[in-house]
Structure formats: C-alpha cells, structure tokens
C-alpha cells in the first residue's frame, strides 16, 4: 500500500514553455501533498506544502508564480513550471502524507534547453 | 530553524560486514526522525521513524535506528549489509508541532557503496 506515482518520469522543453508535472496518490486519500526539488548531489529541498481545495504554502525564495500548484482532489497535486529556464532543471519529487509518514512518488527529471 | 547533518557523503562496506550511517539534527525539542533510502529511479522508501516511546526502532530490510538524545543522534544500523544495500540514504527531521504534517529536512545524504 502508500503508493505515489509521478507522471512523466522524464521531461525535456525548450526554454520559455510550460511543463506540468502530476502527483497521484494510487491506493490511499492525502490531504496534504509537498513537493520537493532535488539537485545533484544535494538534499531534498521542501518547496511547498499542497493542501486539497486551498493554496499551496510556498517556502521561503520559491516563486509561487513561476511553480504553479493545484490540489483538485484527494489524489492528485500537479506542479506547472512556468517560463521554464535551464536554472530550473533539476529532479522534482512529490510526496503524499499518510496517517503520519510522507510517501514519495519516484521523481521527474525536468531538463529545459 | 532546524537542521540535519549526515556527515558521511560516501561510505564503502564490504558484503557481509555490519553498518552505521550517522545522523544528527538541530532541533528545539525532540522532532520526528525518519530514514529513507533512495535508489536509482526509485522513489524515497521510508526504512524506519521515530515518533516517541522505544528508543532503539526496528525498520525494514532489517535495518535499525537509535536515537539518544543527549548526542542529537539518530543513527542507522544494519548487522550484515548485502549487496542490494547499495544506495542513497537519508536521515529527515519533522516538526513535532505539525503533528507530522508539515514538510521534513532532509540531510545532504549518504551513498553507501557495497564490496564483494
């Protein structure tokens, strides 16, 4: 059980599009998603926090304009980077909150040209 | 603001021989303390958490975590290591006051490398 998937697994754009990228909780509701942001050889950075049917919480130096994202339903948060730059390429993973542990989906490689 | 340490970027274990990955934390009062291990085009698989009570926790794959307190430590044992060990480790810290909720800090991260 506690499966989170992430959809694509790997995404190239150009410079200036817009990527969306897509969290599902497979077997269980989350209220409470979060999205991380993860550079090489670094730690997961918290970007923000996604709760179903409010605004997201945006960390401290994370442009909510530029990382858009939406929590419709009690399974699915997607991350929208807008304007993609080459400064945003980077591996992006979601979590969904269970009882009380996060589940992390397996991640998305964005790489914008 | 809190904080994890895993001072250990690279460790090599041969098959069979026991391991410790260290983790430390900066924290006002006790948080929560997870262990996750990242394989590659996997995503993070929780391996053991410590909310309260027992210090010693048992996790999966054999794997198990004291924490202690006195020394803001929360370290990852495993008596054997095998080769399917090989991975990305990660200690994490939560905001008690969040009731779990909130989002964790993870540490910098130890790969752990296996020899035959």
């Known amino acids: 059980g506690a499966v989170v998937s992430q959809h694509p697994s790997r995404v190239i754009c150009k410079s200036g599009t817009s990527v969306k990228i897509e969290c599902r909780s497979l077997?269980?509701?989350?209220?409470?998603m979060f999205w991380y942001r993860q550079f090489p050889k670094k730690s997961l950075m918290l970007m923000a926090t996604?709760?179903?049917?409010?605004?997201?919480?945006?960390e401290q130096g994370v442009e909510k304009d530029k990382f858009l994202i939406n929590h419709a339903s009690l399974t699915l948060s997607t991350l929208t980077v807008t304007s993609a730059h080459p400064e945003d390429s980077s591996f992006y993973i979601c979590?969904?909150?269970?009882?009380?542990?996060?589940?992390f989906g397996p991640g998305t490689r964005l790489t914008v040209l | 603001a809190q904080s994890v340490t895993q001072p250990d970027i690279h460790i090599t274990v041969s098959e069979g021989a026991s391991l410790e990955l260290r983790c430390n934390y900066s924290?006002?009062?006790?948080?929560?303390l997870f262990w996750y291990v990242q394989s590659p085009g996997q995503g993070l698989q929780l391996l053991l958490k410590?909310?309260?009570?027992?210090?010693l926790v048992q996790g999966i794959k054999g794997f198990e975590a004291e924490f202690k307190r006195s020394q803001s430590s929360f370290n990852l044992r495993k008596p054997s290591v095998h080769w399917s060990d090989a991975a990305e480790y990660f200690c994490?810290?939560?905001?008690?006051?969040?009731?779990?909720?909130?989002?964790?800090?993870f540490g910098k991260g130890t790969h752990l490398i296996i020899q035959p």
């Open positions: 979590s969904a909150l269970g009882t009380d542990t996060q589940y």
């Open positions: 077997d269980f509701q989350a209220t409470t």
């Open positions: 996604s709760n179903e049917g409010s605004k997201a919480t945006y």
């Open positions: 924290y006002g009062a006790t948080p929560y």
């Open positions: 410590y909310f309260s009570g027992d210090t």
């Open positions: 994490a810290v939560g905001d008690v006051s969040g009731g779990g909720a909130d989002g964790l800090t």
